[in-house]
């Protein structure tokens, strides 16, 4: 397949948002959140229910179970703390799937009108860069196709056959009313 040589790259671009599809970007970090507070909670009842296990077994060990006890309310800003982070992260994370996801959607909206020569160009450390590999040949591959298409519809009408020619491109012309090679 050949490529297109008027189809370049657009220079590195920077989106000026975070959150491009905040639906899927909030569930991204809604799960990521609530898996780490669930591992943080499944920890601390484990430290919990080993430290007052050892305490049962050791009366003399009660002063550290107090310890730990008056440590709670450190160790629990200590969590707000990391999962603002997690959040933070899963924000970045999520930016990075969301934005080239969105720029697909806008892209497939765009051949459908038919600009058939529309290519899709992801930022340097975005996602779903094999994909956009696959679109591009894809576009490509249908821009080969309605440029034969063209052709023929031309060389029928040269042949005289103009009514099928017309006829097609009538058909065309419904399912894409503006189509561009």
Not at 110 to 136: I, P, S
Request: glycine share 4%.
């Amino acid at each position: 397949m050949t490529e297109n040589p008027q189809a370049k790259a657009p220079a590195q671009f920077q989106r000026k948002t975070i959150l491009i599809k905040k639906h899927l970007q909030y569930r991204y970090m809604a799960l990521i959140f609530l898996s780490v507070l669930l591992a943080f909670i499944v920890v601390g009842l484990d430290m919990l229910w080993t430290v007052s296990k050892v305490v049962n077994e050791h009366p003399m060990m009660q002063p550290l179970l107090e310890e730990f006890s008056a440590m709670m309310p450190l160790f629990g800003i200590k969590i707000v703390m990391y999962m603002v982070m997690v959040l933070i992260v899963s924000a970045v994370v999520s930016h990075r799937m969301a934005g080239p996801i969105f720029k697909f959607e806008k892209s497939c909206a765009t051949v459908a009108e038919g600009d058939l020569a529309h290519r899709v160009y992801l930022r340097k450390g975005d996602q779903l860069t094999e994909l956009q590999d696959q679109f591009n040949n894809m576009a490509g591959a249908l821009n080969e196709v309605v440029r034969e298409y063209e052709r023929f519809r031309v060389e029928a009408a040269a042949a005289g056959l103009q009514d099928q020619a017309g006829a097609v491109q009538k058909k065309v012309s419904e399912i894409m009313p503006r189509f561009k090679v």
